[in-house]
């Protein structure tokens, strides 16, 4: 997986179970909004068949959010260099972070109920500039607690960041 910001560079994907997360989330929040339309739509606004057209919006702007899910978690991913750890992320706005080891302070490794239903954990960086802080959305918790241990290791070794 390579991006046009760098493309010399090999990312490891994030687990592409996220899109199934991301859906169920998209789900979540949507669902509310359709149903309330709805009920609106045959009850308060029955007399008038035109405020349809707020469901089918709703619905409309679901669909569509559900189908970029899969590009979008696609398009994430992390590479570990020797003195950098880069994340890319976005599809028509791409993003490339790249976070030196030495300038890690704090390595967070956390599971929701989502992603711990599926074995998965995100790993959350903060660094010495607050501009910096980075987050790898979805991994095995193996991955990210080998990551957190190495992490955390390369940037006391350099110390950077204090």
Avoid: C
């Avoid at 606004?45 to 669909?63: C, G, Q, Y």
């Avoid at 899969?70 to 570990?80: D, I, K, T």
């Avoid at 880069?86 to 300038?103: A, D, N, Q, T, W």
Wanted: glycine residues 8%; charged residues 20%.
């Amino acid at each position: 997986m390579n991006t046009a910001l760098a493309p010399d560079i090999a990312f490891t994907p994030v687990d592409f179970r996220l899109a199934k997360i991301k859906i169920m989330s998209a789900v979540m929040v949507g669902a509310p909004f359709l149903i309330a339309a709805a009920v609106l739509s045959l009850t308060l606004w029955r007399d008038h068949p035109w405020t349809w057209v707020f469901a089918v919006v709703v619905l409309l702007i679901l669909l569509w959010v559900m189908a970029l899910v899969p590009r979008r978690v696609r398009a994430m991913g992390y590479a570990e260099l020797e003195g950098e750890l880069v994340i890319k992320r976005g599809i028509m706005f791409s993003h490339l972070e790249v976070i030196p080891y030495g300038r890690m302070q704090q390595v967070t490794v956390s599971s929701g109920p989502l992603l711990g239903r599926y074995g998965l954990a995100s790993v959350d960086f903060v660094t010495a500039s607050s501009g910096t802080d980075g987050e790898i959305p979805a991994v095995t918790k193996v991955e990210a607690e080998r990551l957190r241990v190495k992490l955390t290791a390369l940037g006391q070794e350099n110390l950077e960041g204090l």
